[in-house]
């Protein structure tokens, strides 16, 4: 049976979490206390950078959440997560790409400003600016569609989903406002 090494406010282990659960696999969810846990040896011999999701599936495992979606995709065919045209496969990793290289560090910074309401910094407008550009990027690549890439959800969806949702909470609008 598959194992999940996850921690519950990891935004790199609930992809692979939601994955999982798409592609209706039976797996079990080993949850990791990151306040030391994921130093103790019996982790490090999973991950040797002590951080969560490590996917186990019998003798293999994969550590990075990219890698394990990709390992799931191939060895785990049905149903399918990503397109075969080049295009939007294309589409399918900028979306991935960008949420985690983009609006993840935002998110990171905006709670950290959220245990520090008193901070105004530049850091601060950063976050602020770079989320909402991020969204815009994800909302025009969208446009009209349903999905990013087609007719079905894939792991664009599945990624950029675990963080956008938070995005309100954080202070960025999920809708334009007009004056």
């Not at 990151?34 to 999701?53: K, T």
């Not at 295009?87 to 905006?110: C, D, G, W, Y």
Request: negative net charge; aromatic residues 10%; charged residues 20%.
């Amino acid at each position: 049976m598959l194992k999940l090494y996850y921690a519950r406010p990891s935004a790199y282990a609930r992809p692979v979490w939601l994955a999982l659960l798409e592609k209706h696999l039976s797996f079990e969810l080993i949850p990791i206390d990151l306040s030391g846990e994921q130093f103790e040896p019996e982790f490090l011999a999973l991950n040797p950078f002590s951080h969560v999701p490590v996917l186990v599936d019998g003798d293999f495992q994969v550590i990075e959440s990219l890698a394990i979606l990709d390992y799931l995709e191939v060895q785990y065919p049905s149903p399918s997560l990503l397109p075969t045209d080049a295009m939007s496969l294309a589409r399918v990793r900028m979306v991935q790409m960008v949420t985690l290289n983009e609006l993840l560090p935002a998110v990171f910074k905006l709670l950290i400003h959220d245990n520090n309401p008193n901070e105004k910094s530049i850091e601060l407008e950063y976050a602020q600016i770079r989320a909402s550009n991020t969204l815009s990027f994800l909302e025009n690549l969208l446009g009209c569609s349903r999905y990013f890439a087609g007719e079905q959800l894939t792991l664009a969806e599945i990624v950029a989903g675990t963080l956008i949702y938070r995005m309100p909470d954080l202070g960025i609008p999920l809708t334009i406002i007009q004056d």
